[in-house]
């Protein structure tokens, strides 16, 4: 179905490109050696790929980021759970949009909440902003909403014990098939939350963004696996907008009209992250998340140029 003349080329583009580093595409390199290796909860390490990935910018994150520490989920979890401060991080966003620079950065395309879901089962509209308070209450909307999802259930603790067992037994096949699993609950459980308590911001391009950093950190209670591996990652943001265009220029002439159920298209995903990763240096050198991207952030760039 695909053709290896095209992925080939595919590779040898990415190669020359200034966007590809031996762990991430360029504007992740502030993030990740932060996260890396940390002592965090899988809640907060999720929160905090959040936080940075909302605005894809260093100096943005920085300002929000201690505001997020007091975060812990309890063993009865919203009963017994610290959310993170939210009204300093509030005032401390507000400060931020007053000023001249932008708080948004990096090589990705922004997007804003524009209604919430709130505690009553009313939509509440936030396309009417007006200043600095205005633009920091919508956005603390984004980042409640996404606490909520990451602590209403317990599939992300469920998921975290599912990847430890893949480690302790050499990532036996039950102990793939059982995380795989547990990965598809938390990914359904957190993309649907976010999916009915918001409209504007949250889609499958925020998913993949939010999952960019996970495939290419560990937390200490992930040793030296991942966060999200790739043999675990039984879903992913296929639909995506970039990857549409991107699959069918690496078709064969007959297959570039084929639609695509889910399935398909994830088959065919993971398949070109396999070829492009024995391509750009052999089998585990590069994760999903950073050869998938190279289907779009080349056409980002260019634009960014």
Known sequence: MFSMRSLKNKAKAVRKSDMLTAKDTKDMSFILPLLDKQRLSIH????????????????????????????????????DSTPPSWIGMEKKLAELYAQQTPVWGGMFYPSTLSAVLDRTGN????????????????????????WDALTHDTTPQRYLKALQRCYTTGWKLDAVEAGRLAFAQWYDGFYNYMSTHTKGWFSDYAMKCILDVGCQCRISSTKSSTVFPGPLLSRWPVNCPAYKGALVKLLKPRFKKKK????LKLKSLMYVHAV???????????????TLAQLCWQKRAKRSG
């Open 276 to 290: 492009l990763s024995k391509e750009l240096g052999g089998p585990g050198t590069h994760c999903v998340s950073s």
């Open 123 to 146: 939509w509440k509209c936030l396309k009417s902003i007006e200043g600095p308070n205005d633009q920091a209450y919508r956005d603390m909307h984004v980042f409640q909403c996404a």
């Open 260 to 263: 695509f159920c889910q399935k």
């Open 44 to 79: 907060n390490f999720i929160f905090k790929s959040i936080l940075f990935r909302m605005y894809s910018k260093k100096e943005t994150y920085v300002a929000l980021e201690p505001f997020s520490r007091c975060a812990r989920v309890g063993s009865h979890h919203t009963r």
